[in-house]
């Protein structure tokens, strides 16, 4: 299972369209009701672990108008379908350069001394496996109750399932589920947007949530979530309908001319 290096988590950024070639993570950001990023939203809808795929579907309705005396039908382009967006992601903050919840706690030293003095004898002898939670369940207080909770995904999930609800206000429909930006990179397009503004305009790719399923495949003692694979479905939300021109088609590099190997 994929976790990310410590040695490279300076170098992480945003999946703006702009990072200077250095590692980005995925961003599922909320657009507010005044047509801006919502940038409470930028931390929390970021991902650890980028996707390994992604599905990008769009349809395109041709007409097939049959004429008489024609061996084949002439076809007529009516209209677009949508763009449908989807991946799989997982979701968890056990990284390989989780420093933990705890620091300098008394009991860690004790509970090591104590299994390497006692483990292989009640290991061989009494059949009892000993781990550090041995002893620091045995020794924890009401301040370390909260030991592991750093590793809760739960409000992470909890912002993925809000995305399909909407607001009430007073007993009354006060806003529609969120539309949202996606930051990823070139991945889906040139995006024009960019975490590092509040901005969009109607070249900045918008998408609403039309699927989610989350299938929790870790959890903590306590029965909160520590990793899950979220699968996520977006259609795309336009303003105004995008051109072709919408898409840079450049290569942002010389193509090597290999007409003599």
Request: glycine share 8%; net charge negative; no cysteine.
């Given at each position: 299972m994929a976790r990310r290096p410590s040695q490279i988590s300076d170098k992480l950024t945003n999946a703006?369209?702009?990072?200077?070639?250095?590692?980005?993570?995925?961003i599922i950001a909320k657009?507010?009701?005044?047509?801006?990023?919502?940038?409470?939203?930028?931390?929390?809808?970021?991902?650890?672990?980028?996707?390994?795929?992604?599905d990008d579907e769009k349809t395109s309705n041709w007409v097939a108008n049959q004429i008489p005396g024609q061996s084949d039908p002439v076809y007529q382009w009516v209209s677009g379908g949508p763009r449908v967006v989807s991946f799989d992601a997982l979701v968890t903050r056990d990284t390989s350069d989780f420093l933990g919840p705890v620091k300098n706690n008394p009991f860690d030293k004790?509970?090591?001394?104590?299994?390497?003095?006692?483990?292989?004898?009640?290991?061989?002898?009494?059949?009892?496996?000993?781990?550090?939670s041995t002893f620091t369940d045995s020794f924890?207080?009401?301040?370390?109750s909260?030991?592991?909770?750093?590793?809760?995904?739960?409000?992470?999930?909890?912002?993925?399932?809000?995305?399909?609800?909407?607001?009430?206000?007073?007993?009354?429909?006060?806003?529609?589920?969120p539309i949202i930006a996606l930051y990823f990179g070139s991945t889906l397009s040139s995006l024009r947007g960019d975490p590092?503004?509040?901005?969009?305009?109607?070249?900045?790719?918008?998408?609403?949530?039309?699927?989610?399923?989350?299938?929790?495949?870790k959890q903590l003692p306590n029965l909160a979530p520590m990793e899950a694979t979220v699968s996520f479905r977006f259609n795309q939300y336009t303003v105004k309908s995008f051109a072709s021109d919408h898409f840079v088609t450049d290569t942002p590099y010389s193509v090597p001319d290999l007409s003599s190997f």
């Open positions: 703006g369209s702009d990072n200077d070639g250095r590692l980005a993570r995925v657009v507010n009701s005044k047509g801006k990023i919502d940038r409470s939203t930028l931390s929390t809808g970021e991902l650890l672990l980028n996707p390994e795929s992604v004790l509970a090591d001394k104590a299994i390497n003095a006692i483990g292989a004898i009640a290991s061989n002898f009494l059949g009892v496996t000993v781990t550090a924890s207080g009401p301040d370390t909260q030991v592991g909770l750093d590793l809760s995904i739960a409000y992470k999930l909890n912002y993925f399932r809000s995305l399909q609800y909407p607001k009430y206000e007073a007993g009354r429909l006060a806003t529609s589920p590092g503004s509040d901005d969009i305009d109607e070249n900045t790719d918008l998408w609403v949530l039309l699927d989610l399923k989350i299938k929790i495949t």
